[in-house]
């Protein structure tokens, strides 16, 4: 009998001659179709017709196959939980949009006759940028908008590459100096509003412009900068911002799990004496608190540049958290003027209510994840104190904090911080002990 | 007779033992395979390997299922018509650039004399901006840069819930407050170039600092905000800026459906004693018109803060649209002053010729998409009448505007206005009747 | 014997009824049980069942391939590579994230009392954008954030048609004027960090705001503007910027291949009488060189508008190119001033090591992509030469610049120029020769 069905013509003389791929042979019918032509079932005509429709079928169903690996194999890696990040199929280009919003409620009792008050809200990050990479090359760019004008933050191209098994990195443009904990440590997972007085100020300065290089190996991380002054108008001078030299380094000397660990972290940093002028000024309780805790000034000719050295620790056991950071920085008076020594320290302790931890990456704090999808509850208190002699006003202050934060989600966190100075004394005049009640609401993408 | 190919044998090692999915019974070769050896056609022998093999074939046919299952399953879903937004396939995370571009050029006859005549063109707003929402929380900024600073608008972390059946928002930051139609509907769906005098100042301000809640239903919508003056430098203080209450709320009494409905709307707001200043002032014709209607000034001790209560109602009925808005304006004088009454209203109408409607969204303006290709077209006029009354030079202002605008898609558009001041007087003084001719090319993303 | 599974049955009651696809009839699975019926193999009764349980095999099979289809074909398309693009699937939307940091090292050696010596950093440029298409229509923003502020780039609203087979594009807005060659490629692409002295400047203004109209056939472009100034504070204004007409063409006269081409342009400019002042002024070594080459000034009712026609020429030989330009510039004086002359050329010239070619793109330079995963080397020179006749100081510069230019991958490069001046002639006052060594990092997205 023979089977004449034009479908299985065409089929024949499709891919009859065709070269199949070898698993084309491993069906069932193919198979069946030998097994009843070898034991006569079906006649040899009808089995080659039969043979070549199967492979047909074969075929259709494997193109299918070839068109999902297509799609998975050729489609960008797109990240939307935690970061929003467009990557390319083979990893080597990448695209991430960053950004972060901090809004701040805040009542500064700064006396008592009520001079110093501040009973507002602040706009106290908001920042939009780009970051992406390019095979090794990479480049960010992250500006802050809050004050109503453009502050460059990160803005850089980078590099990294592989040095005898670790990790080295290399920053051309501005970003972190190599020095300090609290400062390098991002505002987006900081335990409480404010940093302490000596971070973010001369005494432990943020971005400035130059070269950066990090080396890092599986427990330890150690980075030095070449740099001048932060790029307030785009551009740096030597002669007039001098130049600063920052070294730091840090490791795990002991590590039980992610969860249960120690970090130990060192730095030094050296200005030269071109700066025009050194001066330390900080707001008091809060980041709109009128009263600053300051020294006097430095200026021209009679400024040497500065020295500092910085010691840190950190110790994360399950939910529990303590960081200690000492900062000692002297800016060199010459011809009239003395030296100006600030002399710091801070010390912080929190507990998740909720079983998370805190949590380090490449040395520094990282973002929480609430465990439950109802959020995660962390307290903490931090004491902070800075001396600083400067044969004028010889200020001092100490300060401690409580905060109560709450993470609703990853990204997302609620904070509510008391400060209050217990000792705040300025070439002996004793003033109130002035505080602040804090409130943030955050989210970063 | 045996069947002996190694593929067989491979596929029966590797499959025969295994838990197969419950319809992989389900094959008309496995059917087929039960049928040849139960009436002996073949050997069991040879029904055991081809059986394995028909499983091995479904398996595969069935992990390409998964494959497509898996890719769609976990695909981000992206919006690129409309508006650009990145969400996580479950919804919880989602990502979206926002940006408008509006570019007007202008041509303003202010007086006979020619002193007060702007020919020229203006980047109204170019704005950039990030929003996002993490599960129930959400975070939105968005900067104003075509004056070439970055004007803050919206910049909050909002959090929503479901309260007795009804939705409930929160925004704690900047945003706008709770009062106003015409200021509160947004630039880009605006029915002319600009709003009327009384919008987008004092007498309805826009964004203010501080935390709104909107509660609404199915055809209503409350909201109420307690806010600070506007972030002008980032920060908002309450012994300069005073404490704005506000209160609104919209429902729509009658729909017949998307197309045809009435909305009503109220509001009142009041502003706290200690704004250091309030005066009224607001281009004339347009934007760029260098004449202003404007009050005499209350300043520092001599104001005692501020009311107002707004009326609005909006019709749709197919093509055509009216809306007609009041807004009654007290600002209280004490010691020396006396008080500033602003009345305003307005009251506009359009038709689309090409056959849409205006559209409202959460109680305000939204976007409209033209039926055809080739765009839509609308007319439309409005009637704007000012009134001040502080006892100084009085102003009454009346304008009427006329307004083409084409819609070549969604999303873009290019807007004609002819506005002629009526009436101007000022103090007794009745100045020409200034007019304007303005165009718009305006896209948003 | 009967064969009476109940998933045969199900498959039955669902199927049999159906009308399938076409090609349902192609498998070889009916082809077989048709052979097996027909030769009474099997019952006629267990081919009905059989059958229909194949033609469920093969609808299960045909879903999946659907579900394939429909992904690929509803998927938005995402660019990674080059730039970032996220695009509908009809390609009716499309939307890109866009921006370029650039970060110079410069050490400028501007005289020998080194009073204007510069060693420092500079952000040079530092921006974020985004831009769009919606069917014809289009629109792009991006401003330069790098001094701090938000320097507006492209803001505008963008429409494309075809005009006699031809291509006709329409800008309104800010953006390129239609004139010039150095100053319209793009910063992204340039040969050497710096413009000629005579691009970017009076002599050669970047972008403004109004109304630019391009038509470009397949080795032709021409293009036609209509503008004023640029929008420094967002706004121009007719009566104190004036009015810019500019015109352009470029042709291709000589192309082998996309590697061996000549391409010549030109273009005329004359700006109104309105403008309030003329002079021109730029740096003179480096874009932070304390000295300036410059004019004297014409200040209002003295300015009787300007004119200026360029000229240029590229070669592209393989891996070599040459460029040159010619700018005429005259700024016409009334009253009680004379006219300035600005008259001004640069040549350059450049090698990749690597094998690359430099690339047009629509008339101007664009991206180069290294052929070799290890980066792309290009050496070039450049001399360039402005005279000045004003009457008053009359000055003149020939400056001489090297380059050594390294691409590490598409979109990141690093650039090495020495740029010395060999005449700089002020009033017969013959100073030093200046000099700067200027490093750059740059990417771009």
Do not use: C
Request: proline letters at 2%.
């Amino acid at each position: 009998m023979k089977l004449k069905t034009s479908s299985l013509l065409i089929a024949g003389a499709l891919f009859g001659a065709a070269v199949l791929p070898a698993q084309a042979n491993n069906d069932a019918m193919m198979d069946l179709l030998k097994v009843l032509r070898d034991q006569g079932t079906i006649t040899a005509e009808n089995y080659d017709l039969l043979a070549n429709a199967s492979k047909a079928d074969k075929e259709a169903a494997e193109s299918v196959k070839v068109d999902v690996e297509n799609v998975t194999k050729t489609m960008p890696k797109i990240t939307t939980e935690g970061k929003i990040k467009i990557e390319s199929a083979d990893g080597n280009w990448s695209f991430q949009p960053i950004g972060r919003v901090m809004w701040d409620a805040v009542s500064v009792d700064g006396d008592d006759n009520g001079v110093n008050d501040f009973d507002g809200t602040e706009l106290r990050r908001a920042r939009l940028g780009f970051a992406g990479s390019i095979y090794d090359w990479g480049y960010k760019f992250e500006a802050d908008f809050a004050g109503g004008d453009a502050s460059i933050k990160d803005a850089y191209v980078s590099y990294k590459t592989k040095l005898a098994g670790n990790k080295l990195g290399i920053k051309l443009g501005q970003s972190q100096i190599a020095f300090g904990f609290n400062i390098a440590s991002s505002s987006k997972y900081m335990t409480f509003l404010d940093r302490p007085w000596y971070a973010d100020k001369d005494t432990s300065p943020a971005r400035q412009s130059g070269v950066v290089a990090n080396l890092s190996g599986k427990s330890w991380i150690v980075a030095t900068s070449l740099t001048q002054g932060s790029l307030k108008a785009g551009t740096t001078d030597e002669h007039t911002n001098g130049t600063t030299f920052a070294a730091r380094g840090s490791f795990i000397p002991f590590q039980q799990d992610k969860t249960h660990l120690v970090q130990l972290g060192g730095g030094y940093m050296t200005t030269g004496g071109s700066d025009n002028s050194f001066s330390f000024s900080n707001h008091l309780t809060a980041h709109e608190d009128p009263i600053s805790i300051k020294s006097a000034t430095i200026s021209g000719a009679n400024y040497d540049g500065s020295d500092a050295i910085g010691l840190d620790a950190v110790a994360i056991l399950g939910s529990f958290h303590a960081m200690a950071e000492y900062n000692g920085f002297t800016a060199n008076g010459q011809n009239t003027a003395s030296d100006i020594d600030v002399d710091s320290f801070s010390v912080e302790a929190g507990y998740f209510l909720t079983g998370e931890s805190m949590k380090l990456k490449n040395g520094f704090w990282s973002g929480v994840k609430p465990k439950s999808p109802s959020g995660a509850w962390q307290i903490a208190t931090r004491f902070e104190t800075t001396e600083i002699d400067d044969n004028a006003n010889n200020q001092e202050a100490d300060m401690w904090t409580v905060g109560l934060n709450y993470y609703p989600t990853a990204n997302t966190r609620l904070m509510l911080d008391y400060s209050t100075v217990t000792s705040f004394e300025s070439a002996g005049i004793s003033q109130n002990e002035p505080s602040a009640l804090k409130f943030r609401a955050q989210a970063y993408w």
